[in-house]
């Protein structure tokens, strides 16, 4: 019985390092302060002749955006159209936390930063379809919020909360 989960752990490892990342759809923030790249999550991406999934816990993002209280962020999106895009929102390092409300107007999906100051994380989770596949995402972002601090991408490790 031991082999047997010896070969279905070497299995599903094999599936997922054949996982081609170009099918899912890259996922940024974009803020006064620059272009955000996330940490990548799970997901499952599907074509016409295969499925492939990769779990992630939880995406621990390595940069951080200066963003100011209830600024406006737009989640920006390559290569796919995204279908409801949810945010739970929580402090950085920590997991996720209560769920944010997404906006969409004239095609953009956007949402307004935590309005109280502090490091937060966005954890993104969206399913998503393109001319070539179709399937489901998620991306943590990290922010900090703060009425004075510098704008710009900063590293996420010195403002880590938990």
């Known amino acids: 019985m031991r082999y047997i989960g010896v070969i279905l752990v070497a299995l599903f ?15 940024t923030l974009k803020t006064k302060s620059g272009v955000l790249n996330g940490a990548q999550g799970s997901s499952c991406v599907s ?3 295969m499925t492939q999934c990769a779990d992630t816990v939880f995406p621990r993002p390595q940069t951080v955006a200066v963003v100011r209280p209830k600024e406006r962020i737009v989640l920006a999106v390559s290569g796919a159209r995204l279908e409801s895009p949810q945010v739970a929102v929580g402090a950085l390092s920590c997991g996720p936390g209560r769920t944010k409300r997404v906006h ?3 095609g953009v999906w956007y949402l307004a930063a935590p309005k109280r100051p502090g490091a937060y994380e966005l954890l993104v989770s969206t399913r998503f379809r393109s001319a070539e596949a179709k399937g489901d995402t998620s991306v943590g972002f990290g922010v900090l919020v ?5 704008r710009g991408i900063v590293p996420a ?3 880590a909360v938990c």
């Open 157 to 159: 490790a010195p403002h």
């Open 47 to 49: 074509t016409a002749s």
């Open 13 to 27: 490892v094999a599936g997922t390092a054949a996982a081609d990342p170009s099918l899912r759809p890259e996922l």
């Open 146 to 150: 703060s009425r004075t601090a510098h």
């Open 104 to 106: 969409r107007r004239h």
